[in-house]
């Protein structure tokens, strides 16, 4: 005879699922941790013996080896690897914020972090977003090939007060300082609506440039306010962020009253046209160019969240962003709003 279930039964059988699942997590993290310690002991033994015993480069080979006899079930010990624990040991062993966070992600990460990324600041950045989001391998390495660090430290918007803490980062991740429109066969003398259609007419390679969990919504995107017709320019929506982007073309320069017309845009999108399990709907104003001093007073008091880039047709010159980075210590501060969960405020 078949038993009935009390009504309490699927809480329950939900809480044990949820209490294995965090500690398989916790019992993965563990032992991720116990994997990173013994790499870099092997590293630095390496590395110590060497510059006591003046033990040459054959020595790595023959270790490697002698350990895969020894142990010939484990993976980790090809000569290629030993050489990444040596690597990881000299690049982070004066530096006491970089040792610790290596522990955070897998070895794999770790070697991509080191391997693609030179500077100190830009090996935190990875580390610490690919913890704190979660990123496969497959997004770290896409994400560095897209300049992420680059975006965060140099893009211009207000999120940092006009998106909540929760979603913050991400939106900080999702809007570059700078697009690049190769993929449009357009003279660099051209209007507004021949660049919006351009865009349209290529919109995968157009949502491939805006960096990933974009989708389209639509061009001249129609609102109607008190009985007066307004239409965006683009409408797309994040996927990861749960919320409306309306983009405003420009093919001039940035002019402060841009950012209130997009302020306007984005009340109504809130009001009129956002779902009410969707985030509120983020700005990105993309003009040809822009003075940043410009950008930084019109956004200081907006209490929407927006964004302003600039836009090319060529990637022959690119922009070095460096010259638009803060200072190395306001670097780091940005660098410490990265630790903790996505929770935080």
């Known amino acids: 005879m078949k038993s009935i279930l009390p009504a309490e039964y699927s809480t329950f059988l939900l809480e044990l699922k949820e209490r294995i699942h965090k500690a398989q ?3 993965l ?6 994997l990173i310690a013994l790499y870099w002991d092997i590293g630095k033994s390496i590395v110590s013996r060497q510059d006591q015993l003046g033990w040459g480069k054959a020595v790595v080979e023959t270790v490697a080896r002698d350990l895969q006899n020894e142990f010939p079930g ?5 000569a290629r690897n030993l050489w990444n624990m040596r690597n990881l040991y000299l690049a982070y062993r004066d530096n006491q914020k970089l040792q610790p966070l290596a522990a955070e992600i897998s070895w794999t990460k770790n070697v991509i972090i080191m391997e693609r990324c030179k500077d100190e600041l830009q090996r935190e950045f990875y580390i610490k977003v690919t913890k704190k989001f979660g990123w496969t391998k497959d997004v770290l390495i896409n994400q560095i090939e897209a300049g992420a660090f ?10 940092d007060k006009a998106v909540p ?3 913050r980062h991400q939106a900080k991740l999702a809007v570059k300082d ?3 429109f190769d993929f449009l066969e357009m003279a660099e003398e051209h209007s507004e609506k021949e660049l919006e259609r351009a865009l349209v007419d290529n919109v995968r390679k157009f949502l ?7 989708t389209f ?22 996927r990861q962020l749960r919320c409306l982007v309306a983009i405003e073309l420009k093919i001039g320069a940035f002019k402060p009253e841009y950012a209130g017309k997009m302020q306007f845009y984005l009340s109504a999108l809130n009001d009129t046209v956002r779902l009410p399990d969707e985030e509120p709907s983020i700005g990105i104003i993309l003009c040809k160019e822009k003075s940043r001093t410009f950008v930084e007073y019109a956004l200081r008091d907006s209490k929407k969240p927006i964004g302003v880039s600039t836009y090319k047709l060529s990637n022959k010159l690119p922009r070095e962003l460096k010259k638009y980075f803060p200072s190395t210590e306001e670097m780091s501060k940005r660098l410490e709003g990265l630790s903790g969960n996505q929770e935080d405020t």
Do not use: P
């Open 74 to 78: 484990m993976q980790g010990f090809s």
């Open 178 to 180: 700078e697009y690049t």
């Open 165 to 167: 803490g929760k979603y």
């Open 208 to 214: 491939v440039e805006m960096g990933g969990y974009f």
């Open 25 to 27: 997590y916790a019992a």
């Open 150 to 159: 680059e975006r965060f430290m140099a893009n211009q918007t207000n999120f």
């Open 29 to 34: 993290k563990a032992v991720n941790k116990e």
């Open 217 to 238: 919504v639509g061009n001249q995107y129609r609102l109607e306010i008190d009985g007066s017709e307004f239409f965006i320019d683009l409408l797309l929506y994040h």
